[in-house]
């Protein structure tokens, strides 16, 4: 939604302008998904960490934090179609320590949400259930 709303790709966006402008547009553009009715929201990592986005989010709806190792997610940078702006010009060793990193300052931002599921081995019918239940709620 990003790169539609402000015609810039997230690498570009990093590369040119720098985070903190680029978590200010993700910021906006979380609000205005919010908005919608009848949407699904899956956010980059940042996202719930910046400001009080993660309170917005369960205001807004069911939040589902889908936990994974440092080892997977560094994994997946590093074999990654897509390089990330964070995570340019590093080694497998320097994606994983930096993933690490990032995700001890960024876990208790993902501990608020409503629930978790364990990313590596993920059950789409625990997923559903979920779905489900805040449905009904």
Do not use: W
């Not at 440092?70 to 390089?83: C, D, E, N, Q, V």
């Amino acid at each position: 939604m990003v790169e539609e709303k402000y015609h810039i790709s997230v690498y570009d966006c990093f590369e040119k302008y720098g985070e903190e402008v680029f978590r200010k547009l993700e910021y906006r553009t979380l609000i205005e998904a919010l908005n919608q009715e009848n949407v699904v929201v899956a956010t980059g990592g940042g996202t719930p960490c910046y400001l009080d986005a993660m309170e917005i989010i369960n205001q807004s709806g069911c939040s589902i934090y889908v936990e994974m190792s440092p080892k997977s997610l560094a994994t997946r940078l590093f074999h990654a179609k897509i390089i990330r702006p964070l995570t340019k010009s590093k080694t497998e060793e320097e994606i994983f320590e930096f993933v690490a990193k990032q995700l001890a300052i960024r876990k208790p931002f993902y501990k608020k949400a409503q629930y978790t599921i364990k990313g590596e081995d993920v059950d789409i019918r625990e997923v559903v259930d979920i779905f489900f239940k805040t449905i009904r709620a």
